[in-house]
Nanobody
C-alpha cells in the first residue's frame, strides 16, 4: 500500500509561482510513475503532468512551458513547479501513483492540496 501526501498549495497572485510536493510512503517509490491532476469547482478532474519511473515527462498542452514536474527518489517525492500562475489554475491538485512506472494507471491517490490564484 502506498500513501501519497500533497503539500505546497496556497494563495498566490496571478503571475506568481508555487511548488507542490507529493510525498510517498510505502511501496517502492522509485519504480512508480506519478501524475498530477487538478479539479476546479464545478469542473471535471483534469490531467496536469506526469513523470515515469525513469524520469520521462508528459504535460497537458495548457501547462507546457509553465509547469515542470520532477522527482527526487532519495526523498520519495515528486514536485510540480508552477510558474506564471493564472486565476484559471485555481483548483485542488492531487497526485496519483502508477505501480507500473508510467502514467496509464492510477492505483493510489493523495488527498490533494488547494491552489488559489488571485487576479
Amino acid at each position: 500500500q502506498v500513501q501519497l501526501v500533497e503539500s505546497g498549495g496556497g494563495l498566490v497572485q496571478a503571475g506568481g509561482s508555487l511548488r507542490l510536493s507529493c510525498a510517498a510512503a510505502g511501496g517502492t517509490f522509485s519504480s512508480y510513475g506519478i501524475s498530477w491532476f487538478r479539479q476546479a469547482p464545478g469542473k471535471e478532474r483534469e490531467f496536469v503532468a506526469a513523470i515515469s519511473w525513469n524520469g520521462g515527462t508528459f504535460y497537458a498542452d495548457s501547462m507546457k512551458g509553465r509547469f515542470t514536474i520532477s522527482r527526487d527518489n532519495a526523498k520519495n517525492t515528486v514536485y510540480l513547479q508552477m510558474n506564471n500562475l493564472k486565476p484559471e489554475d485555481t483548483a485542488v491538485y492531487c497526485c496519483a501513483a502508477d505501480p507500473r512506472g508510467g502514467w496509464g494507471r492510477f492505483d493510489y491517490w493523495g488527498q490533494g492540496t488547494q491552489v488559489t490564484v488571485s487576479s
